[in-house]
């Protein structure tokens, strides 16, 4: 069965600083890889997701994440952060079949400190 | 706003009692999903829906649970006789189509405390 490990529940970074959220998923077939946002007392929103071809994905808010087939992992990085990009980040993982099934990590806090 | 609306925000229930939590999808959205999701742990899938019909209900629980999404009006996600492991936070999410790529918009999220 498919899993997704968001290794770091709560990440602490200075503003202007980079970050890097991990994400590492299990499965032995192709997947859609998916970064989901959820911004303080808002519902969850596509930040960005891979379906094929360049493992380089762009996002929303100047996010981006690889997708690394080798090493089964699909981490989230923003060179510099705002307060603004307080939220939870959770990645999930999708086998093809359908757009809602849908495994998720348990996601990450971003927490941005002046 | 026009985007999924979910109530109530909060609930508190005692154990035995019933909840019920509302979702409306965005405008234009037929198909409607709900997912739990228990403390330190991600989504789960529970059911998919559109008008009048259940498509997908591999991940509800069997017993106390049910959920429609009527011709009029929202989705209601029903838990009857709560016990203290349903406490979570409930969310809906919608879509205007479905297929393996289509991008799911989700609501704040209903949080349920089973006392």
């Known amino acids: 069965a498919q899993s997704v490990t968001q290794l770091d529940s709560q990440v602490p970074v200075f503003e202007e600083a980079p970050v890097e959220l991990r994400c590492n998923y299990s499965s032995s077939v192709s997947v859609y890889l998916f970064w989901y946002v959820q911004y303080p007392n808002q519902g969850l929103q596509l930040l960005l997701k891979y379906l094929s071809g360049s493992t380089l994905v762009k996002g929303i808010n100047g996010f981006e994440a690889e997708f690394n087939k080798s090493q089964t992992s699909f981490h989230l990085r923003k060179p510099s952060v705002h307060i603004s990009d307080t939220a939870e980040y959770f990645c999930?993982?999708?086998?093809?079949?359908?757009?809602?099934?849908?495994?998720w990590g348990a996601g990450t806090k971003l927490i941005i400190k002046p | 706003n026009a985007g999924v609306m979910q109530n109530p925000r909060h609930l508190v229930r005692r154990r035995g009692q019933e909840a019920r939590l509302r979702c409306s999808p965005m405008?234009?959205?037929?198909?409607v999903y709900w997912y739990r999701q228990l403390p330190e742990e991600g989504l789960k899938f529970m059911v998919y829906?559109?008008?009048?019909?259940?498509?997908?209900e591999s991940g509800m629980p069997k017993e106390r649970f049910s959920a429609e999404f009527p011709k009029e009006g929202p989705s209601i996600l029903r838990i009857q006789q709560v016990v203290r492991g349903d406490s979570a936070a409930y969310f809906c999410a919608s879509s205007p189509l479905t297929g393996s790529t289509g991008e799911l918009f989700f609501g704040e999220g209903s949080r349920l405390t089973v006392l």
């Open positions: 999930a993982v999708s086998d093809g079949n359908s757009n809602y099934q849908l495994i």
């Open positions: 829906l559109q008008k009048e019909n259940i498509i997908d």
């Open positions: 405008k234009g959205h037929s198909h």
